[in-house]
Antibody
């Protein structure tokens, strides 16, 4: 059974850093691209970043480019989102989600984690 | 940037109603359009992928159609468990979500 479990959220001061993790199980992680999507309280879904199945391609939303870094360790079945220079507007639930097509960046998100809440506040 | 405009933003409906939600892309996205359902406190759930393909386990009262720039999600007969927020998402050029459509009980 496919599972994605995010961790690492919490309260952090503006300007500080935080690293989120997404632990994958029940499938061969190295075959799938993974996205990070966030949702501010009471708001809609916002795409954040994607990493290809082998880590060779990474793309970011303009709102986080230069501040966030996506990475993966397929040997540990884990994805990461390193977030730096955090701002109040980065406050959101962060989800990792799997692309439904093997070795493809494009496609729908067939499995999602439960999300981890990041609150940026002084 | 590719924009997705979803309408309406909210809809008051009753059990048994036929519901249609529309999503318009700012440029052609072929059939690279997906639909998700999200209930409060839960992660989104994939309903329809590639415009019209029903995800495994999703009831057949959900259907999708369209191509190019205009797409629709239809719920043929609304059930109590369908009250939720629905999002469209383009996967033609990276990812963009629509603003969401919240179904409310009339």
């Amino acid at each position: 059974q496919v599972h994605l479990v995010e961790s690492g959220g919490g309260v952090v001061q503006p300007g500080r850093s935080l690293r989120l993790s997404c632990a994958a199980s029940g499938f061969t992680l190295s075959s799938y691209a993974i996205h990070w999507v966030r949702q501010a309280p009471g708001k809609g879904l916002e795409w954040v970043a994607i990493i290809s199945h082998d880590g060779s391609n990474k793309y970011y939303a303009d709102s986080v480019k230069g501040r966030f870094t996506i990475s993966r360790d397929n040997s540990k079945n884990t994805l990461y989102l390193q977030m730096s220079s955090l701002r109040a507007e980065d406050t959101a639930v962060y989800y990792c989600a799997r692309v439904n097509i093997v070795a493809s960046i494009g496609g729908s998100f067939d499995y999602w984690g439960q999300g981890t809440l990041v609150t940026v506040s002084s | 940037d590719l924009q997705m405009t979803q309408s309406p933003s909210s809809l008051s409906v009753s059990v048994g109603d036929r519901v249609t939600i529309t999503c318009r892309a700012s440029q052609s996205i072929s059939n690279n359009l997906n639909w998700y359902q999200q209930k409060p406190g839960e992660a989104p759930k994939l309903l329809i992928y590639a415009t019209s393909n029903l995800q495994s386990g999703v009831p057949s009262r959900f259907s999708g159609s369209g191509s190019g720039t205009d797409f629709t999600l239809t719920i043929s007969s609304l059930q109590p468990e369908d009250f939720a927020t629905y999002y469209c998402q383009q996967s033609y050029s990276l990812v963009t979500f629509g603003q969401g459509t919240r179904l409310e009980i009339k």
